[in-house]
C-alpha cells in the first residue's frame, strides 16, 4: 500500500509507529513479568502464536497461562530485545512485520544462561483504534546454553534452535 498523500503518508508514519510501540510494549512485559500487560497487545479470540518448543497457541490467554506458569519466577531473569523492525502496511487496518530478537535468560535456580537469536514474523490489525498482534512466530537462528553452576562455565548446547526442554 504506497500512500499518496500527504495525509495518508503522515497516517502511515504514525500507524507503523503505533506498530513499533506495540511490539516494544510486548518484550517490556515479558522481561517486568507483567501478564496483563503482554495480553493486552494481542487481539481477542482466535490468533496465531507459533513460539517453537515454547508451544503453538490458538489464544492470548493459552500464551499468558504458560507464560505466568514458567516465566513469571523471580528466578528467570530475562531480557527480551526486539531490533531491525520491518513493517509494512497492508491495508489501513492490516499491516505485518519481521523483527529479530535477542533473547538473554539467566535462571539462577538451574544455573544456566541461555542466549538466543532469532526473528519474529508477525501480523497485526487495528481492532477498536489500537493495533494489536493478530498471529506470530519466533524463528531461532542461534542458540546458547551454558552451565554457570561451576567457576568455569560449560557449553550445554550451541547451533541454531534450542532442543526441547530447554
Known sequence: MAPVDLAQRLQALEDIEAIRTLKAR???CCDRKDPQGMRACFADGPVEIDYGVVGRFETADALVQVF????????MVEMHHGANPQIELLGPDHARGIWSLHYFLINTQERSLT?????YEDEYRRIAGAWKITKTRFVATSTLVLDIASPAAKALF???APPQGK
Open 26 to 28: 510486548y518484550l517490556f
Open 68 to 75: 505466568v506458569e514458567i516465566g513469571c519466577r523471580d528466578h
Open 115 to 119: 542466549q538466543l537469536g532469532g526473528y
Open 158 to 160: 550451541a547451533g541454531r
